[in-house]
């Protein structure tokens, strides 16, 4: 008898092994496939419009500067002085003292094979103000120093400008042609500012009105000493992230509404761009889709080999109970069809709704060991409390992916209730006389 109960712990180890080899190759499955959905959104955005970041309003305007350089050195007759002619570009930027941004994400769902891609298209509006029309006419201070400088700019960066699909530009009121690059050889858009002729120290308006096509997120840089900017969009699972979070946000299964107020106090953008640096002070939101049947899958399948080992384990303790005798191989087949419900997932999920395909392979994995347990113990009130206790645990654990504030906390209560049930059912079992013939 001992013997025997060596061959089959030993068989039990093997089918535990076969297990987790089956469930490590259909999570290899699960992250191939979100491998590939990875790269139709990059094709996605290749062929349409990546990502969007927006940096500005802001005035620019290439100059350039000559001056004559004197070199004095140490000669056989004295001191030799060495003139020669220096050049050096660059351009100045003035950043708004107010920038107020609105705007809307039109989500749309693009598909590439079996992926979907949130795209959107976002109608957008900013306003920017200068207390004071801004001096760009530097002068020079050095030895036979001569300025040259180019018209004054507005510019407008954007991080691709294949989404730009229509622009309109007022300065002060009038309408400016908008141009190509934001005119420093970067994507965006730019356009040639008139020559003030009344006082500098009048404010300067300028008002945008794009519509932008993105892929999944939009970012703003708020590069002004006081920025407002206000997104709503019809898409209920935004995510918002960046250096700065709204200060007021509304979410709902209807969309949601989100302010942001970020002052030069607090972010150094203006300051940065001022001076042609890259910053991070960036603020955004995405659109995600949080019933991606593949990342769903994923976080289905880390309970797997938990709900494979409970169920095995809720038949072992009826077959010591029930004096059933059952082989490793029937454990086998009881753990495959558990784990056929993660592969049955993936490929319903593919082409239904994630919550129909959940239900149908859970229906067919409870079904199919209903219809083994008759087999197994010999009745079939055994085989449906087999197939009902597998649909509950696919019940709760539907429940702890839906709840992802809460999972841990339902899924430990979880463990607790079962734990004490195995304790409740088995307190009276005599374990050393389990597998023992009986007395006569």
Known sequence: MRREAWAKALGLMAVGLGLTMVLAR??????????????????????????????????????????????????????VERRSRQRRDFALRSTPASLQVQGELKP????????????????????????????????SDKLE?????????LALDVSDARGLRSVSVLAQGSALPARPGNGSGGAGLHALLPTPTGSTEAPLQ????????????????????????Q????????????????????????GFAATWRVTELASSAAADLRHGRASEDVLGVSLIDPVNPYSLSDRALKYGFLFIA??????????????????????????LALAMFFLLLLALSEHLAFGLAYALAAAAASALLAHYGRGLF??????????????LLYGVLYVVLNLEKASLLLGTLLLFALLAAAMRATRDVDWYRLGQPAAH
């Open 231 to 254: 997104v709503r969009s019809p898409w209920p699972h935004p995510s918002f992230h960046g250096r700065f979070l709204p200060v007021d946000r509304s979410v709902s299964d209807s």
């Open 108 to 139: 749309q769902q693009l598909e590439r094979g079996l992926f979907k891609v949130n795209t959107f298209v976002a109608p957008l509006q900013l306003s920017a103000v200068w207390d004071t029309t801004p001096d760009l006419n530097p002068r």
């Open 378 to 391: 010999g009745h079939w009130r055994g085989g449906a409390l087999l197939g009902a206790g597998v649909a």
């Open 26 to 79: 259909i999570d290899w499955l699960v992250n191939e496939r979100q491998a590939r959905q990875q790269s139709a959104q990059e094709e996605v955005a290749q062929a349409t419009a990546g990502p969007q970041l927006i940096a500005g309003p802001y005035l620019r305007r290439d100059c350039t500067e000559e001056w004559t350089a004197v070199e004095t050195t140490e000669g056989d007759r004295g001191k």
């Open 206 to 229: 300028v008002d945008l009105r794009l519509e932008l096509l993105g892929t999944e997120s939009l970012r703003l840089l708020p590069a002004a000493n006081a920025v407002q900017a």
């Open 145 to 153: 120093g001569s300025m040259r400088c180019g018209p004054m700019a």
């Open 310 to 335: 409970l169920t095995l384990a809720a038949v072992m303790l009826a077959e010591l109970i029930g004096r059933h005798r059952l082989h490793p191989v029937q454990y086998g087949f009881v753990g």
